[in-house]
C-alpha cells in the first residue's frame, strides 16, 4: 500500500510511520516542521527507499492535491495539538486542524477511491460525569480550542461522508503517551522535570482524571483499522480503560525517577480544564484490539527513553521560552511541596 502520512515527525504519526515501513508500505510524509516536530523522529526509516518526506504544509492545497494522485491512502495526524497553546493563541489551531481537513476532504473528494483515515480525540465529548463512557455516537461538547477545532474538523468529516458518500474513517484516542513526545506535553514535561530534580507543576487539585495508552498500543490498534476488511467502522475508539487522576500519574512518575514527591508544585489551574475524559473502546476491540502494556510498564520505558534522549529537546530555545511565559510565574506563586 502507499500511503500520505501527514504530521509524521511529530509524536503519534513517526511511530505509526515506522510501523507502516516495517510491514512493507511506501509512506510520504508531509509534515510543515512546526515547533512540535523533530526530524530526529523519523531517524530510523529516514534511509527507507520507501519512504520520502516532503516538507509542506497540509492548508496548501496545489500541494496536497499533488501528493494524494501518488497513494492509495491518507492519514492525517497533522494538528496543532497543545491545549494550552489553544488557549493562548487559538488561530493556527482552526486553520491546521479544521482549514487543513477541509483541504484534505476536497483532495479526496476529487479522487474517487482515495481513503483519508484523520486523527481525532476524547476531548471533542468535553468532561464527562464520573462513571460515563462516551461511545461513538455521542454529541460533542469541546471545551477548548483545541478540541472545538478537533470538533469542528469531525463536523466537516461527517458532512463528506453524508453529502459525498465518502468512507472516512476517524480514530478517536484517548491520551496517549511514550517516547518521542514533546516535552510540553504532560507526562514528558513531568518526567523530564523530575529528572533534573525540578519543580513539577500540576494544575489545581491534580484530580483532573485522563485516560492513558501507550504509543505501540496505539500502533496496535493504528494497524487493525488499516487492515479491516472494507475500511472497518467509520469511527473507531482506541483507549486503555486505565483512567487516573493526574496527581496520580505525578506520583509514579515519582517512584520511577527516585524524585521526591515534594517536587509535586500545585498551581494555579488552567482555565476552562475538564475534569474527566473516558471513551468506550468496543469498538476498537471489536477488531481484536486489546492493549498490551501496562500503565507502569509504559511509564518505566517512557522514562528510561527521556533519560537518554530528554536532554537535547530540552535544551532548544523555542522549548526553555515555552516553559517560562507558561510555567514561571504560576511556580513563583504556587504552594511549593504541599503535596510532599
Ligand atoms: N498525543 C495524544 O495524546 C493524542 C490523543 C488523541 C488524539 N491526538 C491527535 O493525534 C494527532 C497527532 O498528535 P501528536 O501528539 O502526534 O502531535 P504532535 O504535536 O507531536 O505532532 C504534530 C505534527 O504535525 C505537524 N504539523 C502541524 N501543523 C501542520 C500543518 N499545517 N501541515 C503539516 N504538518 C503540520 C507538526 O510539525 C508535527 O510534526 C493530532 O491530530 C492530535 O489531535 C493526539
Redesign the pocket.
Known amino acids: 500500500m502507499k500511503l500520505l502520512v ?2 509524521g ?5 513517526s511511530h505509526v510511520i515506522d510501523a507502516l515501513i516495517l510491514d512493507g508500505h511506501e509512506v510520504i510524509n ?5 515547533y ?2 523533530d526530524p530526529a523522529n523519523n531517524a530510523a526509516v529516514a534511509g527507507s527507499p520507501r519512504y520520502r518526506f516532503v516538507h ?4 496548501d492545497a496545489a500541494l496536497v492535491a499533488d501528493l494524494v494522485n501518488e497513494v492509495d491512502v491518507v492519514v492525517n ?6 491545549v494550552d497553546r489553544s488557549l493562548h493563541d487559538p488561530v493556527p489551531f482552526v486553520r ?1 486542524d479544521v482549514e ?1 481537513v477541509a483541504v484534505l476532504l476536497e483532495a479526496v473528494r476529487r479522487r474517487p477511491g482515495l481513503r483519508l483515515v484523520h ?4 476531548e471533542v465529548f468535553g468532561s464527562l460525569p464520573p462513571g460515563v463512557e462516551a461511545d461513538v455516537n455521542r454529541p460533542f461538547a469541546p471545551a477548548s480550542p483545541y478540541a472545538a477545532s ?1 470538533a469542528a474538523a469531525e463536523l466537516l468529516i461527517a458532512a463528506y461522508r453524508h453529502t459525498y458518500g465518502l468512507p472516512i474513517t476517524v480514530i478517536r ?5 511514550g517516547p518521542r ?2 516535552p510540553e ?1 504532560f507526562i514528558p514535561l513531568f518526567i523530564t522535570q523530575a529528572l533534573r530534580r525540578e519543580p513539577m507543576p500540576l494544575y489545581g487539585d491534580g484530580l483532573q482524571e485522563r485516560e492513558w495508552l501507550y504509543i505501540d498500543d496505539f500502533v496496535d490498534a493504528f494497524r487493525r483499522v488499516l487492515a479491516a476488511p472494507d475500511g472497518g467502522p467509520l469511527v473507531v475508539h482506541v483507549a486503555s480503560g486505565e483512567r487516573l487522576p493526574n496527581r496520580r500519574i505525578a506520583e509514579l512518575i515519582c517512584g520511577l525517577t527516585g524524585a521526591p514527591l515534594s517536587l509535586i508544585h500545585p498551581v494555579a489551574d488552567r482555565p476552562g480544564h475538564d475534569r474527566r475524559y473516558a471513551l468506550d473502546a468496543s469498538t476498537a476491540r471489536a477488531l481484536g484490539w486489546a492493549p498490551k502494556v501496562p500503565l507502569e510498564e509504559g511509564l518505566a520505558r517512557t522514562v528510561e527513553w527521556y533519560r537518554v534522549h530528554g536532554r537535547s529537546r530540552l535544551e532548544r530555545e523555542e522549548y526553555r521560552r515555552w516553559f517560562v511565559a507558561q510555567y514561571a510565574e504560576r511556580l513563583g506563586a504556587g504552594k511549593g511541596g504541599e503535596s510532599g
Open positions: 501527514t504530521g515527525c511529530g509524536f503519534i504519526g508531509l509534515d510543515a516542521l512546526t512540535a516536530a509542506g504544509n497540509i492548508c495526524f497533522a494538528a496543532e495539538t497543545h491546521t487543513g486523527m481525532s480525540t476524547d478537533k484516542a484517548c491520551n496517549l503517551y513526545q514533546h506535553k
